[in-house]
C-alpha cells in the first residue's frame, strides 16, 4: 500500500490565476443562461424569483470560490491525482464487504429486493396506492413507479452511511502520513455504485416486462445517478469529518434518512400536495433525482428542460461540496489525533 501511495504521480493542477479565472467565466456563462432563459409556461412573476435565487445562489458561490481558491480546490486535486487508487481501492471495498459469508456479495442485493417487495405488496396489494398515481395522471404501474423512486433512494443511503464511516473504518489509513486521506469518502460512494449498478438493470429489466418500449429518453439514467453520485459524495465528506469528534452524528443521520424516505416523494406521488407547499419538497435536491429517474422512463423530457430544478440542483451539490472540502481541510490535521 505504501509503495502504491509513495511512487503516485503528484498533481500540481491549473495555476490559481487561471482556475480563479475558469471559475469566474463559469459563472458568468450560468448567470447569462438564467438570465436569458424563457419558460413560455411559466407565470411572469414566479419566473424572475427564480431568477433572483439562482443568480443570487451563483454569486455567492463564485465569492466563496474566489476567496476560498486554495482551500477549495486541494480536495479535486487529490482526488484525480489519486484516481488509480481510488478505483483500486474501490472495487477491494466491494470485495472485501462480504467477505466471509456464504453467500458472499449476492447478500448486497438480497436486502434491496426483499425491501421493494414489501413496499409494494402494503401500498401496492393491500392498500392500493395506484389511484394516487391516476389522479396524478402517471400512466404506470405502481410496483415499476415504486422501484424507480427506491432505487436511487438505496444508493443514496447505501452511499451516505458508507462515506460517513470512511474514516473510522480506515482509521489504520488516516494515521498513515504518506496516505491521502481525503480519497476514502470516494471509495466507499464509488462501492455503493456498483450495487447501484445491479438495481439499474434490474429496473430496466422490470420496466421491458411491463411491455414499456425502448426509448432514447432512457440514456438520462446515467445522468441522474451522476448527479447522485455528486451529491453524496459532496455530503459525505462534511459528514465523515464530523463524525470523527462527534459520533452521535451516526445516529442521526439513520434518523434523518428514514424521515426522508418518507418526505421524500418515493412511495407517494407529490401531485397529492396542494400546489403552494410543493416548493417545500422540490427543494430535497434528492427529489430531483428520483423525479428525473421516472421522468426517464415515464415522460418524454429531456432534463435540462425542466431548467431551474436542474441548476438549483447543480448550484446546491456545489455549494454543499465547497463546504465539505472546507469542513475538511479544516478538521484533517486532527483525524490520527482522534481516532
Given amino acids: 500500500m505504501d509503495n502504491t501511495v509513495t511512487k503516485e504521480k503528484v498533481n500540481k ?22 438570465l436569458l432563459h424563457k419558460n413560455p409556461n411559466a407565470v411572469p412573476k414566479e419566473e424572475w424569483i427564480k431568477k433572483a435565487i439562482a443568480c443570487a445562489m451563483v454569486l455567492c458561490a463564485l ?22 487508487l481510488i478505483w483500486k481501492l474501490a472495487r477491494n471495498d466491494f470485495k472485501k464487504r462480504y467477505a466471509g459469508s456464504t453467500m458472499g456479495r449476492v447478500w448486497a442485493f438480497i436486502q434491496p429486493i426483499v425491501t421493494v ?9 393491500i392498500f392500493p396506492a395506484r389511484a394516487q398515481l391516476v389522479a396524478s395522471g402517471v400512466k404506470a404501474p405502481y ?30 489509513l488516516v494515521k ?25 438493470m434490474l429496473l430496466l429489466v422490470l420496466y421491458f416486462v411491463f ?36 459520533k452521535d452524528l451516526t445516529q442521526i443521520i439513520g434518523i434523518l434518512l428514514q424521515v426522508g424516505m418518507w418526505a421524500t416523494p418515493i412511495m407517494w406521488e407529490i401531485g397529492v400536495i396542494p400546489e403552494k407547499y410543493r416548493i417545500i419538497f422540490k427543494l430535497n435536491p434528492v427529489f430531483y433525482i428520483i423525479n428525473g429517474y421516472r421522468s426517464a422512463l415515464f ?3 429531456w432534463f ?23 469542513i475538511f481541510k479544516r478538521l484533517k490535521p486532527h483525524f490520527a489525533d482522534v481516532l
Fill in 143 to 172: 410496483v415499476v413507479w415504486l422501484t424507480a423512486g427506491l432505487i436511487p433512494w438505496f444508493y443514496f443511503s447505501e452511499a451516505i452511511g458508507g462515506g460517513t464511516s470512511a474514516l473510522i473504518e480506515y482509521n489504520y
Fill in 176 to 200: 498513515k502520513v504518506v496516505f491521502k486521506i481525503s480519497i476514502l469518502p470516494i471509495i466507499k460512494v464509488i462501492a455503493a455504485s456498483f450495487i447501484h449498478v445491479f438495481f439499474v
Fill in 13 to 34: 493542477g491549473i495555476p490559481k490565476g487561471i482556475g480563479i479565472l475558469i471559475g469566474i467565466i463559469v459563472a458568468m456563462i450560468t448567470l447569462a443562461v438564467v
Fill in 299 to 301: 415522460e418524454e423530457q
Fill in 211 to 246: 411491455r414499456f418500449e425502448p426509448s432514447v429518453y432512457l440514456i438520462q439514467l446515467f445522468y441522474y445517478s451522476f448527479c447522485m453520485f455528486c451529491l453524496t459524495l459532496a455530503i459525505s465528506y462534511s459528514t465523515c469529518a464530523i463524525v470523527v469528534f462527534f
Fill in 304 to 326: 435540462f428542460e425542466d431548467f431551474y430544478s436542474t441548476m438549483f440542483f447543480w448550484i446546491t451539490t456545489a455549494i454543499i461540496f465547497g463546504i465539505g472540502a472546507l
Fill in 117 to 125: 417487495g414489501m413496499y409494494y405488496c402494503i401500498f401496492g396489494i
Fill in 63 to 84: 465569492t466563496a470560490f474566489v476567496s476560498l481558491y486554495d482551500k477549495i480546490v486541494v480536495l479535486p486535486r487529490e482526488l484525480w491525482g489519486n484516481r488509480e
